[in-house]
């Protein structure tokens, strides 16, 4: 059978080989966040499991909400295995389609609300989506619009949803459209996929992480405990929840956990102040600009946060210094270094407990095996730099890509992050740099080659080669080296090219730099490693 129904990860095994030792062993959770929203319901319907701006809603309300939106899915014609696709910010609406896409057996595709038709176009073009919610509009940006563009491009996408806007098609008359009908749900795996979630590749193309029900759950619990979140206490979700930390801490962990998420719109440090003090949140998972942001507005009010307690810190270059600066701004937080990908969310739980090695490492290791291998994968010296391999209960079942996954995945079931580091005695990670061809922005990570594809199209650009740069803020910025065909093209030109191509904002280079000739090996291929000392040197000499 091959229709636009089938996903194009039909090919994967349930459970996948690599997690058939976890299957077995009885380490996962067999209950979807379904059969757990039910549960918590029961025990206690009036709870408050979201807070988005000035709403509220109850354990009782987000299920019911949930199991209208589920009736109108299924009058729609979405059946269990339809990938349905949400591109909605911190909204308490992602946390009711997500729960709703549980519950009908749906496939979820988070995608973060800085993508553009481009991006958009591949992922649900890739993931064969039938259904998209998209905010109406957000930040000035008319996301209705640009999904009606994409629409037209692909055939299986047969519903575009807005989120807030008006209609028969909005969310908001979905769901009462849904406490009409009559929705019966339908027998969930909890081994089966439940989530794609695009993360980009160092060759461009997007791959798609597939989840099932149990694997985030296992490292939401394990986090849960290692960093004493207790069951009713509530947490500041900034990260974008179509992300997999704000996706997995801020929609699941309420459900997974019995916790509380405060979610934000849009990240404001000073706000955060406000929301942490208003509801007695005890911490976060967020990326290091955030922390950052959060220490200086701390000291700027005089306000040390007694009630915060962690602050997990990742997804972007971690200065040495920042861990005990930031501690140092409040009373009872202790910020640490966290490690993991879409791919194995949170190999290392950080060290809230140990404030050097919280600083000066990137974390335990917990629940997962660890491997550091050498070029020809052979295990390196305990202390010595390699590739970091893992493997755990955690893990994605694959990519939606079956050669993505061959190539990403070990015979004996370890993923191949890309990553360099060591492994202390102590069993904590430390990244020392990247195999990937990666730029890790604010969190986010962003593909090298897919910004040159779009610069070796402009008329004056014979050669391009992007690389990371340090960035104060987001950790790393993005720089393109540039041999011009010709007269040089202005960087304001070439900035408009990139933006004109469709590319989120966030991938116009910062800095454009015009040289001869790149550095290259003998076989021509160009030297990223030089490049990026070579900007950390010009950027040093401006700073002095």
């Given at each position: 059978?091959?229709?636009?129904?089938?996903?194009?990860?039909?090919?994967?095994?349930?459970?996948?080989?690599h997690?058939?030792p976890?299957?077995?062993?009885?380490?996962?959770?067999s209950?979807?966040i379904?059969?757990?929203?039910?549960?918590?319901?029961?025990?206690?319907?009036?709870f408050?499991?979201?807070?988005?701006?000035?709403?509220?809603?109850?354990?009782e309300?987000?299920?019911?909400?949930?199991?209208?939106?589920?009736?109108?899915?299924?009058?729609?014609?979405?059946?269990?295995?339809?990938?349905?696709?949400?591109?909605?910010?911190?909204?308490?609406?992602?946390?009711?389609?997500n729960?709703?896409?549980?519950?009908?057996?749906?496939?979820v595709?988070?995608?973060?609300?800085?993508?553009?038709?481009?991006?958009?176009?591949?992922?649900?073009?890739?993931?064969?989506?039938?259904?998209?919610?998209?905010?109406?509009?957000?930040?000035?940006?008319?996301?209705?619009?640009?999904?009606?563009?994409?629409?037209?491009?692909?055939?299986?996408?047969?519903?575009?949803?807005?989120?807030?806007?008006?209609?028969?098609d909005?969310?908001?008359?979905?769901?009462?459209?849904?406490?009409?009908?009559?929705?019966?749900?339908?027998?969930?795996?909890?081994?089966?996929?439940?989530?794609?979630?695009?993360?980009?590749?160092?060759?461009?193309?997007?791959?798609?992480?597939?989840?099932?029900?149990?694997?985030?759950?296992?490292?939401?619990?394990?986090?849960?405990?290692?960093?004493?979140?207790?069951?009713?206490?509530?947490?500041?979700?900034?990260?974008?929840?179509?992300?997999?930390s704000?996706?997995?801490?801020?929609?699941?962990?309420?459900?997974?956990?019995?916790?509380?998420?405060?979610?934000?719109?849009?990240w404001?440090?000073?706000?955060?102040?406000?929301?942490?003090?208003?509801?007695?949140?005890?911490?976060?998972?967020?990326?290091?600009?955030?922390?950052?942001?959060?220490?200086?507005?701390?000291?700027?009010?005089?306000?040390?946060?007694?009630?915060?307690?962690?602050?997990?810190?990742?997804?972007?270059?971690?200065?040495?210094?920042?861990?005990?600066?930031?501690?140092?701004?409040?009373?009872?937080?202790?910020?640490?270094?966290?490690?993991?990908?879409?791919?194995?969310?949170?190999?290392?739980?950080?060290?809230?407990?140990?404030?050097?090695?919280?600083?000066?490492?990137?974390?335990?290791?917990?629940?997962?095996?660890?491997?550091?291998?050498?070029?020809?994968?052979?295990?390196?010296?305990?202390?010595?730099?390699?590739?970091?391999?893992?493997?755990?209960?955690?893990?994605?079942?694959g990519?939606?890509?079956?050669?993505?996954?061959?190539?990403?995945?070990?015979?004996?079931?370890?993923?191949?992050?890309?990553?360099?580091?060591?492994?202390?005695?102590?069993?904590?990670?430390?990244?020392?740099?990247?195999?990937?061809?990666?730029?890790?922005?604010?969190g986010?990570?962003?593909?090298?080659?897919?910004?040159?594809?779009?610069?070796?199209?402009?008329?004056?650009?014979?050669?391009?080669?992007?690389?990371?740069?340090?960035?104060?803020?987001?950790?790393?910025?993005?720089?393109?080296?540039?041999?011009?065909?010709?007269?040089?093209?202005?960087?304001?030109?070439?900035?408009?090219?990139v933006?004109?191509?469709?590319?989120?904002?966030?991938?116009?280079?910062?800095?454009?730099?015009?040289?001869?000739?790149?550095?290259?090996?003998?076989?021509?291929?160009?030297?990223?490693?030089?490049?990026?000392?070579?900007?950390k040197?010009?950027?040093?000499?401006?700073?002095?």
């Amino acid at each position: 059978m091959n229709d636009r129904r089938d996903p194009p990860w039909a090919w994967l095994d349930i459970p996948a080989p690599h997690q058939r030792p976890f299957a077995d062993s009885g380490v996962w959770d067999s209950r979807t966040i379904a059969d757990l929203a039910i549960e918590l319901t029961a025990a206690d319907p009036g709870f408050v499991a979201l807070i988005d701006g000035e709403s509220t809603m109850t354990r009782e309300q987000l299920l019911v909400a949930a199991e209208a939106l589920s009736a109108a899915l299924s009058a729609r014609g979405l059946r269990p295995g339809d990938v349905v696709a949400f591109q909605v910010p911190n909204w308490g609406e992602a946390a009711v389609i997500n729960l709703a896409a549980a519950m009908s057996g749906l496939v979820v595709n988070p995608i973060v609300p800085i993508y553009r038709d481009h991006e958009v176009m591949q992922m649900l073009g890739d993931c064969r989506a039938r259904a998209f919610f998209v905010a109406s509009s957000f930040r000035g940006y008319d996301f209705a619009t640009m999904a009606g563009r994409v629409r037209a491009s692909l055939p299986s996408l047969e519903h575009v949803f807005t989120v807030r806007g008006e209609g028969a098609d909005d969310y908001a008359a979905l769901v009462a459209e849904g406490r009409h009908g009559n929705f019966r749900r339908p027998q969930v795996d909890p081994l089966g996929v439940k989530m794609v979630l695009y993360t980009s590749g160092t060759t461009g193309r997007p791959k798609g992480v597939l989840h099932s029900h149990v694997t985030l759950q296992r490292i939401l619990r394990m986090s849960a405990a290692h960093w004493g979140i207790g069951q009713g206490e509530a947490t500041l979700m900034p990260s974008p929840v179509t992300h997999v930390s704000g996706y997995a801490n801020g929609l699941e962990m309420p459900l997974v956990w019995g916790t509380r998420t405060v979610l934000m719109e849009s990240w404001n440090a000073v706000a955060a102040l406000e929301l942490i003090d208003r509801y007695g949140l005890i911490g976060t998972v967020a990326a290091t600009p955030f922390l950052v942001e959060l220490a200086a507005a701390a000291r700027a009010a005089g306000n040390r946060l007694p009630s915060f307690r962690f602050f997990a810190c990742g997804g972007a270059a971690v200065p040495a210094d920042l861990i005990p600066a930031a501690s140092a701004a409040f009373d009872n937080c202790r910020p640490f270094r966290v490690f993991g990908a879409s791919e194995v969310p949170l190999v290392t739980f950080g060290w809230p407990d140990d404030p050097h090695l919280a600083a000066t490492t990137d974390g335990a290791v917990v629940d997962y095996a660890v491997r550091i291998v050498d070029a020809d994968d052979r295990d390196v010296a305990a202390g010595l730099e390699g590739e970091i391999l893992a493997r755990g209960p955690g893990m994605m079942m694959g990519y939606a890509d079956q050669s993505q996954t061959a190539e990403a995945i070990t015979p004996d079931g370890y993923f191949r992050t890309g990553d360099l580091g060591v492994l202390s005695p102590e069993g904590a990670i430390t990244v020392t740099g990247r195999k990937k061809d990666l730029i890790i922005r604010g969190g986010e990570n962003i593909s090298a080659k897919e910004i040159e594809d779009v610069l070796h199209a402009h008329g004056r650009v014979r050669e391009a080669s992007v690389v990371a740069m340090p960035h104060d803020r987001l950790g790393e910025g993005i720089c393109a080296y540039v041999i011009a065909d010709g007269e040089p093209p202005s960087v304001a030109d070439l900035a408009r090219h990139v933006a004109d191509s469709g590319l989120a904002k966030q991938k116009i280079p910062e800095l454009f730099l015009f040289v001869d000739d790149f550095p290259r090996t003998a076989s021509g291929k160009i030297r990223k490693d030089m490049l990026r000392e070579d900007v950390k040197r010009r950027l040093g000499e401006v700073a002095d």
